[in-house]
């Protein structure tokens, strides 16, 4: 049944209740790190931290990888939510190392924050009670070049892969003659980054409070690494 606006805002409204109601009892949820029930945004980060350290260094927590065996069914509790690239080679559950049931993931080229993304970062936050928002770019992107080539030609490219390129410009317009693409791409993350405390009063108001954070990161292809950025 699709979550209408109503009876969105109806559970949002009560979030912190909503966000039990839905895990309680969810064994599954059992994760790498532990059940997911709401961590501080510290230590949301501190376990994506280990679990990147992990999976850089190939040390990833074995799996039996049948998804009914990972799956909670009955329930999700998602820590953190991710915004990232639709980049075939950008994984965030295998970037951080994680199971089903752990990440709350947005992607779109380019990991821009537009209307259904926001909005599902905000059921993240306020119905399933993830405490931490990740926009990860990534080395490398198609999307950061694209828009890198349209501003110096003045050539958009056709419907609709321009609202991809829209998204982005804003974010690299204000940089220096003579950066690099890594730049533009750091530039990216972080711009989206504050695009969903700019667009969303919801998740503002979370991340006032300290019941939420916002960080951005350049995950590395070649690394498997993730620098954190903001
Ligand atoms: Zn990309």
Redesign the pocket.
């Known amino acids: 049944m699709p979550v209408t606006r109503r009876t969105f805002l109806a559970v949002a409204g009560a979030s912190a209740a909503g966000a039990v109601a839905l895990g309680a009892g969810s064994a599954a949820a059992m994760a790498a790190e532990g059940p997911s029930a709401r961590v501080s945004p510290a230590e949301a980060l501190e376990r994506l931290k280990r679990g990147n350290t992990r999976a850089a260094n190939g040390r990833t927590v074995q799996r039996n990888y049948s998804p009914l065996a990972q799956t909670p069914a009955k329930g999700q509790e998602p820590f953190a939510a991710v915004v990232s690239?639709?980049?075939s080679r950008?994984v965030p559950d295998t970037v951080f190392d994680m199971v089903p049931g752990n990440l709350f993931v947005v992607r779109n080229?380019?990991?821009s924050i537009e209307e259904v993304g926001l909005g599902s970062l905000e059921y993240g936050v306020a119905v399933l009670g993830v405490s931490l928002i990740v926009v990860l770019?990534?080395t490398?992107?198609?999307?950061?070049i694209a828009t890198e080539d349209t501003i110096k030609t003045g050539e958009m490219p056709p419907p609709s892969i321009d609202s991809v390129v829209q998204a982005i410009e804003p974010a690299l317009l204000p940089l220096p003659a003579g950066h690099s693409i890594d730049d533009a791409?750091a530039a990216n993350a972080t711009y989206q980054a504050r695009q969903v405390q700019a667009l969303s009063p919801l998740i503002a108001k979370e991340t006032a409070a300290g019941t939420v954070g916002i960080v951005s990161g350049l995950y590395g292809l070649a690394s498997g690494r993730v620098t954190w950025l903001a």
């Open positions: 690239c639709a980049d950008v080229a380019g990991n770019g990534h490398r992107c198609g999307a950061v791409i």
